[in-house]
């Protein structure tokens, strides 16, 4: 009975002691003016130190458990990375050097570059040999699943920067390739000379005579264009379409002259060539003077414009008189 009335008591104590630290508690971190004037000053000094002790207390368990969260969350991340997996990232490393930094003070060493295993790569810090890496897992098990982990998404990282960094050299590359690589500008110039060699090569003096003639032409509007660059507007069509189609008739027309010259379908096709070398030679005389007709109608606009000057000015009386007078001369 008296054992039992002892415990009771005991329970009491231990209830009294916890309100009396959570009345400290709540009075240091309240300021209550009736408590205040009640109890003193004393007690609430003592409040407000443990209830300060108890808030820091907490923020610092809460910090801990988020901290703790995260890493166990990359230590599970970490876990789930393999050792082949890891070894043959370091065999992709190895391949470049012998040598992998992992920061400023430490780095990997491959003592066979081409048989990657964990006996066989070392771990320096600050130029000092520690252990292989074999050593460190055996050592400390843990952090060394954390290292790997840490390694892999450090070559990961490296292995895309390096993949970007060749994406745009090889694009730049090719930029530079094709600035380099400039097409043959078929113009004026280009027609002339594989004219002259078609000359060169075909036999039949009345082809040979139509060429000449085209070439003919083609020196002409090549003067034109020289003088007037405007002119060249009208000449894309020549270099595009008409002498293209022209050079290719006439080198498909050689080839047949050296092997089927005798046959009748030959002779007919020979015959077409003359009408259609004609017709090409009358298109180019057309286009050769129409390159000048702007510049002639410009030419007359200009004299009438300063005719009408003069004879405004009372310069020149009589137009008629002042032409004949110029011919005269």
């Not at 400390?140 to 954390?146: C, I, Q």
């Not at 292995?159 to 970007?164: I, L, M, P, Q």
């Not at 005798?262 to 004609?278: I, P, V």
Request: some cysteine; hydrophobic content about 40%.
């Amino acid at each position: 009975m008296a054992k039992k009335k002892s415990n009771i008591f005991s329970t009491i104590i231990k209830i009294f002691i916890f309100m009396t630290i959570m009345d400290a508690l709540f009075s240091g971190l309240i300021f209550d003016p009736f408590y205040f004037g009640l109890f003193g000053l004393a007690e609430w000094l003592v409040g407000l130190v443990i209830g300060g002790v108890v808030l820091i207390g907490l923020i610092i368990l809460i910090i801990g458990l988020l901290s703790g969260r995260k890493d166990n969350e990359k230590a599970k991340r970490y876990a789930s990375v393999s050792v082949n997996d890891f070894l043959s990232n370091l065999a992709q490393q190895a391949k470049e050097d012998n040598r992998l930094q992992i920061d400023d003070e430490t780095f990997l060493f491959f003592t066979d570059r081409e048989n990657i295993t964990l006996d066989n790569v070392d771990v320096y810090m600050r130029n000092e040999y520690v252990g292989t890496l074999s050593e460190y897992d055996s050592a400390f098990p843990n952090a060394f699943n954390n290292f790997m982990g840490s390694m892999m998404d450090k070559m990961s990282k490296r292995a895309k920067k390096k993949a970007s960094k060749k994406k745009k050299e090889e694009k730049s590359a090719v930029i530079e390739t094709i600035e380099q690589i400039k097409p043959v500008e078929k113009d004026c110039a280009y027609y002339i000379d594989r004219f002259r060699q078609l000359d060169g090569e075909i036999e039949n003096e009345q082809v040979k005579g139509h060429i000449r003639s085209t070439i003919e032409y083609l020196e002409q509007i090549k003067h034109i264009e020289d003088e007037f660059g405007e002119s060249k507007d009208k000449t894309k069509k020549l270099y595009q379409y008409y002498l293209p189609m022209y050079v290719d008739i006439l080198a498909n027309y050689d080839r047949l002259a050296d092997n089927a010259p005798a046959s009748e379908e030959f002779k007919e096709n020979e015959a077409k060539l003359m009408k259609t070398s004609a017709m090409i030679n009358s298109a180019m005389q057309t286009l050769t003077s129409s390159l000048v007709e702007r510049y002639y109608t410009d030419l007359n606009v200009d004299m009438k414009t300063l005719e009408s000057i003069l004879k405004k000015d009372g310069l020149v009386r009589d137009i008629d008189n002042a032409k004949e007078a110029g011919r005269n001369e």
